[in-house]
């Protein structure tokens, strides 16, 4: 019998595996609730907002540097 699931296994291809061993890791993820989803989602959110405004103040400092540096 253990011969035969040997075989199974053997002839089985990488994409077949691919999916089996996806499908069985899925299985274990604790997932977020709707509630704990929307929380991150907007903390997410947020952070990139502000990354995206201190960013765009560094750029628009060096601009400004270089452009004093440089006589422009």
């Known amino acids: ?7 199974v296994r053997k002839s089985e291809n990488a994409i077949q595996r691919y999916f ?6 899925l299985r274990k993820v604790s997932w977020p609730t709707w509630p704990e ?3 991150l989602t907007l903390l997410v959110l947020l952070v990139m907002v502000v990354m995206g ?3 765009a ?9 270089l452009g004093i540096v440089l006589g422009l």
């Open 57 to 65: 103040g560094v750029d628009y400092l060096a601009g400004e540097v």
């Open 53 to 55: 405004i201190f960013l």
């Open 37 to 39: 989803a929307k929380r």
């Open 20 to 25: 089996r061993e996806t499908s069985g890791e």
């Open 1 to 7: 019998m253990a011969e035969k699931a040997k075989k």
